[in-house]
Every structure is written in C-alpha cells, then in structure tokens.
C-alpha cells in the first residue's frame, strides 16, 4: 500500500507528507479542534430517524421523505461569531424541497435571524439562494442569487459571518450578501441576542419554487442533503464573561470589518451577474424604500 502510494506521488507525495506534519505540529490542538464532529456543538431537534450520521460523526446525510424532513440546532447559542459548513444539496429534481442553514435568537417577539435558504428547482435548473435578515423582530428582507455552480455536484462551503461591524454571507469565498452595522443611523442591527445554528431539510412546495407552480415529486424520494466539516467560531452564551464584547475576538479584527478588495470584487461580480431578487428594487411590495437600502448596505 505504502509502496504504492510512493510509486505513484513520488518524493512530491513525500514532501506534501512532510510539509503536513509540520502543519499540525505547528498549529497543534487547533487543527484538531476544528471541524468539530456533529455531536459535539450539534443536536438532532426534529426526527432522529432522517438524519444519520456518517464517517464517524464528521458528517452526516439528512433525509426527506413523504413522512418527514428533519432538523438540528447548535447546543449552545453564541454573540457574533463566524459559522461555516459544507453542504451538498439535493441533486437532481429538487423542486419544491428547501434546505435551509441559518442563525436565529429563538425569541419570537423580538427575533434576530440570520438566513441561508436553497430552494430546490427541477432537473438541470439552478438552484436558487434565498438570504434574509431579521433584526429587533423585523425581517421582509429578502434577497435571491441563482448559483453559478451546481450545488449538488460536489460539497461547497456557506459561512454566515456575524461581528460589530457587518453581517456577510459567503458562498465558498465569494460574498453574496453584506448587511452594515447601521445602528448610528437608526437602523436596527442584531446586537442584543444571541443566536443559536439551525438546519432544516422540509417541503414547501407551496412556494419554494416558481412561487409554489412546482410541486416536489415524490416518485423521486427519499432526497437526501449532506453536511459535514462544521465549525462555529463564536462566544458562547453563557460562556466566558466579556467574550462577547472582546474587540480582541479574531472575528472583530481589522481583516473582518469590511470587504478587502478581492472580496469586494467578487461581491460586484455576483451583484451584477447572479442576484434575481432583492427586496431594496421591489417596489410593489415597499412603496417606501426600506431605510437600510438607502445607507447604502
Ligand atoms: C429554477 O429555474 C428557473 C429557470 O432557469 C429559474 O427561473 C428559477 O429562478 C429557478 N429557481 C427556482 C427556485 O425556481
Ligand atoms: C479576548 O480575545 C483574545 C483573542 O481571542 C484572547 O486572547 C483574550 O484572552 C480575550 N480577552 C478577554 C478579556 O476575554
């Protein structure tokens, strides 16, 4: 086997080998504190039998059939943080189904929540990313980009990035929504709550896709969703006390509070070639344009 291996990479394989060792020498526990397993910041909140676990917990494959979806949340809660997984979605004719990976304080009246929604779409079509922000108990805050790969093809990275000074969505490295801290200007920004990690895989044919035209096809089910590769990084609630106010966390660095430029450009090219919805233009919903598209987020 080893033999092999070395016939095959050669002294680059050697070398790479090498190269990883000292990798997690150097960063020592770290590497293996991240990813965390699912069963360590995870619990199952909705049918244990549709979700299963694979390669030793470091994954899992969330199932949908006519009996149920299924769900799970973070055990813990956290203020501001950066949360990021893995995803492969439904491949094939996913019309009707919705997968959604999200933030959300779990406070009815006054919730703040973050939201990624992939809402299936028929063979060969594009799947649809739906964003939406609720703050201080208010969302209607609706963007939609049409990916530019295929999202059930292989695992692609969502990161939803949280600290005092914006929120980004990232679709692996590429920005695809920015909300500003605006709070100077009155406009509401999640700053009081924490939020908890959630995760769903349900039907909602009655408008995921085309406005509900297209109906899940259940000749094609069981339609199965794959996680793995999740990391919070984040303060816990309750945790440390003065973590969640620590200028200090990595996230509330210098690097984090704005889009670099090659993050910049990226967040242009998507706005230009992918968005399909964004609630800021719709202007037969909002006869007053809402106060945040007009600071500028
Ligand atoms: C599905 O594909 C159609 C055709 O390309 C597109 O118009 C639509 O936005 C896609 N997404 C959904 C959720 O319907
Ligand atoms: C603030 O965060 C930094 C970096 O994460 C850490 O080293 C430091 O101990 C924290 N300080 C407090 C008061 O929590």
Same mark, same amino acid.
């Given at each position: 086997?080893?033999?092999?291996?070395?016939?095959?990479?050669?002294?680059?394989?050697?070398?790479?080998?090498?190269?990883?060792?000292?990798?997690?020498?150097?960063?020592?526990?770290?590497?293996?504190?991240?990813?965390?397993?699912?069963?360590?910041?995870?619990?199952?909140?909705?049918?244990?039998?549709?979700?299963?676990?694979?390669?030793?917990?470091?994954?899992?494959?969330?199932?949908?059939?006519?009996?149920?979806?299924?769900?799970?949340?973070?055990?813990?809660?956290?203020?501001?943080?950066?949360?990021?997984?893995?995803?492969?979605?439904?491949?094939?004719? /996913? @019309?009707?189904?919705? +997968?959604?990976?999200? $933030?959300?304080?779990?406070?009815?009246? &006054?919730?703040?929540?973050? #939201? %990624?929604?992939?809402?299936?779409?028929?063979?060969?079509?594009?799947?649809?990313?739906?964003?939406?922000?609720?703050?201080?108990?208010?969302?209607?805050?609706?963007?939609?980009?049409?990916?530019?790969?295929?999202? /059930? @093809?292989?695992?692609? +990275?969502?990161?939803? $990035?949280?600290?005092?000074?914006?929120? &980004?969505?990232?679709?692996? #490295? %590429?920005?695809?929504?920015?909300?500003?801290?605006?709070?100077?200007?009155?406009?509401?920004?999640?700053?009081?709550?924490?939020?908890?990690?959630?995760?769903?895989?349900?039907?909602?044919?009655?408008?995921?896709?085309?406005?509900?035209?297209?109906?899940?096809?259940?000749?094609?089910?069981?339609?199965?969703?794959?996680?793995?590769?999740? #990391?919070?990084?984040?303060?816990?609630?309750?945790?440390?006390?003065?973590?969640?106010?620590?200028?200090?966390?990595?996230?509330?660095?210098?690097?984090?509070?704005?889009?670099?430029?090659?993050?910049?450009?990226?967040?242009?090219?998507?706005?230009?070639?992918?968005?399909?919805?964004?609630?800021?233009?719709?202007?037969?919903?909002?006869?007053?344009?809402?106060?945040?598209?007009?600071?500028?987020?």
């Amino acid at each position: 086997m080893s033999m092999a291996i070395i016939n095959t990479f050669g002294n680059v394989g050697v070398y790479y080998i090498v190269l990883l060792l000292s990798w997690f020498l150097v960063s020592g526990v770290c590497v293996w504190g991240r990813p965390a397993t699912f069963l360590q910041d995870f619990e199952i909140t909705w049918s244990e039998t549709h979700i299963r676990q694979i390669d030793q917990g470091r994954a899992i494959q969330l199932i949908l059939d006519q009996n149920s979806g299924c769900g799970f949340a973070s055990k813990s809660k956290y203020m501001f943080g950066r949360v990021s997984m893995k995803i492969k979605l439904i491949p094939g004719d /996913s @019309a009707g189904t919705v +997968t959604a990976f999200y $933030m959300n304080s779990d406070t009815d009246t &006054v919730r703040d929540e973050l #939201d %990624f929604e992939f809402l299936g779409n028929r063979s060969g079509q594009p799947y649809t990313v739906q964003t939406n922000i609720y703050a201080h108990g208010k969302g209607d805050r609706e963007q939609r980009v049409n990916l530019w790969f295929d999202p /059930s @093809a292989d695992f692609h +990275t969502y990161t939803i $990035m949280w600290n005092h000074h914006h929120i &980004v969505f990232y679709v692996d #490295d %590429f920005p695809i929504r920015v909300y500003k801290n605006s709070e100077g200007k009155g406009i509401p920004y999640p700053t009081m709550q924490a939020m908890g990690v959630y995760s769903t895989l349900w039907e909602a044919d009655n408008w995921a896709t085309r406005g509900g035209l297209e109906k899940i096809d259940w000749s094609k089910a069981p339609f199965y969703a794959y996680y793995k590769d999740f #990391d919070i990084e984040g303060c816990p609630v309750p945790g440390p006390a003065n973590c969640a106010s620590n200028q200090s966390n990595w996230w509330e660095g210098a690097a984090y509070q704005a889009l670099n430029a090659i993050e910049a450009r990226r967040y242009r090219w998507v706005r230009l070639n992918h968005i399909i919805y964004d609630y800021c233009q719709d202007k037969s919903r909002f006869s007053v344009t809402p106060p945040e598209c007009l600071a500028g987020i």
